[in-house]
Nanobody, 120 residues
Framework: QVQLVESGGGLVQPGGSLKLSCAAS????????MSWYRQAPGKERELVAS????????NYADSVKGRYTISRDNAEKTVYLQMNSLKPEDTAVYYC?????????????WGQGTQVTVSS
């Protein structure tokens, strides 16, 4: 049974930091690219950061570059998102995503999401 379980969300003041974690099980974690998405109320889900499976290359949305860092621990089957200098516009539900292309088939899994609220 595939599971992605996010944790670490909460309420933080502007300028503060949070670290999200996503624990994976039920699939070969090391072979999957991992990403964090977020969805704010009334907005579409957007890609925040991603990290490749093999060489750990990372990619970030322009809005979070220099503030967020994605990392992974294949031994622990966990992906992290360190968020610094948080802004009210970072408020959203953050989702963990795992993806792998196998031939023409795309395997994609989602977590249930964790709420991040940035407010004074």
């Amino acid at each position: 049974q595939v599971q992605l379980v996010e944790s670490g969300g909460g309420l933080v003041q502007p300028g503060g930091s949070l670290k999200l974690s996503c624990a994976a099980s039920g699939f070969t974690f090391s072979r999957y690219a991992m990403s964090w998405y977020r969805q704010a109320p009334g907005k579409e889900r957007e890609l925040v950061a991603s990290i490749t499976s093999s060489d750990g290359l990372t990619n970030y949305a322009d809005s979070v570059k220099g503030r967020y860092t994605i990392s992974r621990d294949n031994a622990e089957k966990t992906v992290y998102l360190q968020m610094n200098s948080l802004k009210p516009e970072d408020t959203a539900v953050y989702y963990c995503n795992a993806e792998r292309s196998i031939g023409l088939r795309l395997n994609a899994y989602w977590g249930q999401g964790t709420q991040v609220t940035v407010s004074s």
